[in-house]
Structure formats: C-alpha cells, structure tokens
C-alpha cells in the first residue's frame, strides 16, 4: 500500500532582498514594463486577467525581438487580452479552477508575484502589492509552478530563505496560514478584498479575544458576503469605499507577511491555482504596514 507525504523541500541558497511596490503612487505599470524589459531570452506571466496595454504592448516588443514570450491567464478571461491585439502565445490552463495566480518570470533569474492582475483596473486603480526578487532558486520554483498550472498538477510547500511558498490548491497552505496568525502576540493586520472563510474569521477572533489587537481593511465586495456581520464585531475592521481594496494580505506582530493571490476564501486555498508566500521579514512587514495606513486614509 502507498503512502503518500508531503515532501518539504528547503532551498538553502541566496536570495537578493526583496523590492516591494504597491500600486500608491501610480507607478505600478512603469515598474512591470522596466522589470520585463529586462528581459534578454524568455518571459513567462501567469494572471488571472491580462488586458494593461503598456504591459502587453512590451510583450509584443520583446516577441518581435524574438524573445520567448508565454502567458497564460484564465479561459474567463481570455477575450479581454485578445482585444489587445498580442502577438506572443497565449494559453489557458487544462482544469475548472480558477488561474488566480499573479506572476511573471525573467529569465529565470527575476520573479515578479503580488496581489494584483496585470490589467488596467489592477495596475492604475485598485489596492495591490507586488514584490520582485532576483533568484535563480525562486524563479525555478515558479517555472514549476507555470507547468503545473498548465498541467493541472499539485505541489507541495516549499521554503526558499525567509520565505514558505504554497501552490494551491492546498489544505496544507489553509492550515499553515492559521498556525501563524494563531501564533500572534501582539497584532494582526490585514487588508482582504474577499473575507469569506470561517476558520480564518475564527482564528482571529480567538486572537482578539486573548488580547491580540486585530484590525484590517475589506473590500465594499463584502457587502454580500455571509460573514458580513461577523467582519465588525470584536475586531476593528473597516470597509473601503472609494477604492477597491485588491489586497490578499496579513501582517502579524510586524513581522510575518503572509501575501500572494489567494483571497481568504475557500475557493482561495481549496480550488483555485494561487500563490501563497509567508515571509519573515520587519522590514517587508513595516512596508505593508504604511501601505496599509495609506489605503485605510484614501479609502473612506
């Protein structure tokens, strides 16, 4: 009889400090359209949706040059890039599940993932963060994450330097996300577009209730959602109104960020193809947190 385990792979190699960049200033665009000129050989970009102009007008560029160019985005959305008239490959995964993954690939040497789609709404209008990195380790690992959202296969949790990383679906990344919220001492906050999943609204409200402070942003998205009322009461939540709040993210005791695609829902962790990183770092956490305070200040 077979047994199965989860293998835990742990990548002891350097990796270069993070950029973090958020879409606050506006500059977001220019900064993915400078990461991918970059590019000498091959660029690989995986979103849900894809339809910024400036992006997939330097991706023309570079297929012209001759550089290989793959992209693969939800079949939902596939007519909203084809209006954009690309000339490099686009495909669309083989499953039912949402690609809700967001990153790109340089190289393999620049890794590009966040909260935000590479489109128009994403990129100049909503809430989003994105980090870059310049490893070879990591852009691997996502290479293999390109190939098996396309295939339609499962990996398991891998930890590069300060960072744990999760393909979803996974139970396993659902499980580890609670572990470290449930390990709070001092505070958790978040900014969540779609706050739907009740094991994460009951961590932390067991958190508050052992003297954690908890408090985050959702989006006006929520309105709707069956956890509503739940959101408001124990936890110092509010809800953006002027902007959409795209955010996927927790910080927890100014020092672990949990970031990525997966919105704490359960299609998040259970069905569609995410992204989910833990990282420990003051530095990357203290830059979510002013990115925080800036979004609850221009969204009320």
């Keep these: 009889m077979k047994r199965f385990f989860l293998a835990v792979v742990i ?17 977001a665009v220019e900064r993915i359209v400078e990461i991918l000129e970059r590019a000498q050989e091959e660029v690989v970009l995986v979103s849900y949706s894809l339809d910024e102009q400036e992006v997939i007008d330097c991706l023309n560029r570079l297929c012209i ?50 909260t935000g789609n590479f489109t128009e709404g994403s990129l100049r209008e909503d809430s989003n963060s994105f980090i870059m990195i310049e490893s070879e380790s990591l852009a691997s690992l996502f290479l293999d994450y390109y190939k098996a959202i396309l295939t339609g296969d499962s990996r398991g949790v891998t930890s590069v330097g300060n960072m744990t990383l999760f393909l ?25 577009f779609a706050f739907t999943d009740p094991k994460i609204l009951a961590a932390l409200k067991f958190c508050a209730s052992k003297g954690v402070r908890v408090f985050g942003m959702v989006d006006s998205w929520n309105e709707d959602s069956p956890l509503k009322d739940y959101l408001t009461t124990g936890m110092e939540v509010s809800r953006g109104v002027s902007i959409t709040i795209h955010d996927k993210t927790f910080v927890i005791d100014r020092n672990i960020v949990i970031t990525g695609s997966a919105n704490a829902s359960l299609s998040g962790w ?28 221009v969204s009320k």
Excluded at 12 to 27: M, N
């Design 168 to 192: 979803c679906p996974s139970e396993e990344a659902r499980k580890r996300v609670i572990k470290e919220l449930m390990s709070a001492k001092e505070e958790i906050r978040f900014a969540m």
């Design 65 to 114: 040059k001759g550089l290989n160019v793959s992209v693969v985005i939800d079949n939902s959305t596939v007519s909203r890039t084809f209006a954009k008239s690309p000339q490099f490959k686009v495909m669309t995964d083989t499953t039912a599940a949402l690609v809700h993954s967001k990153f790109i690939v340089v190289d393999s040497q620049i890794v590009v993932f966040g």
């Design 11 to 27: 990548l002891l190699v350097a990796v270069t400090l993070p950029t973090v960049f958020f879409t606050d200033d506006g500059r």
């Design 270 to 297: 259970g069905k569609n193809r995410e992204i989910v990183v833990i990282i420990e770092s003051r530095d990357v956490a203290n830059q979510f947190i002013s990115h925080f305070e800036y979004v609850r200040e």
